[in-house]
């Protein structure tokens, strides 16, 4: 089975720290992804990666950054977190090949105080 | 920019009962896929469209994409509490890019 694992299940922080969430698959997938989910809006696009070292803005990329140096890790960077940052993150990874079928991680609830 | 709105927002059904949930965009796309999340966990594919008019079924839910390519359905038969949980729609809106829409969420009552 294909596994997504994001490195932590929940995360608190203070306003201003920089924050990293880490996400690793295990099946050799070339795109990753990184998702927000909020009450009412769905899931959100902040950034994805289609390669290593390769990223491309999603709809809402303002105060993220992106790492993909290695084909299995895609980390996803709030440089310096913000409240309204406060959210659900999903990471995502799929074949090239056979793109739509994503495979999501469990999610980080990231909280900024 | 593009959107995906769902409805409803959320319903409450009895088990046994068959379900419709709806998703438009004033854009047109050439993929559509519903995704199912349960509690405490990322969303898995349940059905995948592509092309306008499509019906597609997988046990007990079946999907359409709408001939205009603005809109999908989804359908469950005979709902079982095992049916809780949100269910996306999304689109491809670029070569490896999907949105998702708002989200359905579906509590059955036993």
């Known amino acids: 089975d294909v596994k997504v694992t994001q490195s932590s299940r929940y995360l608190v922080k203070r306003t201003g720290e920089k924050v990293f969430l880490e996400c690793v698959q295990d099946?050799?997938?070339?795109?990753m992804f990184w998702y927000r989910q909020d009450p009412g809006l769905g899931l959100r696009l902040i950034y994805f990666?289609?390669?290593?070292?390769?990223?491309e803005k999603g709809d809402i990329p303002e105060g993220y950054s992106v790492s993909r140096e290695k084909k299995e890790r895609f980390s996803l960077i709030l440089e310096s977190a913000s409240t309204n940052q406060t959210s659900m993150y999903l990471c995502?990874?799929?074949?090239?090949?056979?793109?739509?079928?994503?495979?999501f991680g469990s999610g980080t609830q990231l909280s900024v105080l | 920019g593009q959107q995906l709105n769902q409805s409803p927002q959320s319903m409450f059904i009895q088990e046994g009962e068959d379900v419709s949930m709806n998703c438009t965009s004033s854009?047109?796309?050439?993929?559509w896929l519903w995704y199912k999340q349960d509690p405490g966990e990322g969303p898995v594919l349940l059905i995948a469209?592509?092309?306008?008019?499509e019906l597609t079924s997988n046990g007990r839910l079946t999907a359409q994409f709408g001939i205009t390519r603005k809109d999908s359905f989804l359908n469950i038969s005979a709902s079982i509490p095992s049916d809780v949980g949100i269910y996306f729609c999304?689109?491809?809106?670029?070569?490896?890019?999907?949105?998702f829409g708002t989200g359905t969420r579906l509590k059955v009552l036993a």
């Open positions: 990666s289609y390669d290593v070292k390769m990223k």
């Open positions: 854009s047109i796309f050439n993929t």
């Open positions: 995502a990874s799929s074949l090239r090949s056979t793109n739509e079928k994503l495979f």
């Open positions: 099946m050799d997938h070339e795109n």
């Open positions: 469209l592509y092309k306008a008019g």
């Open positions: 999304a689109a491809r809106s670029g070569t490896y890019k999907y949105i």
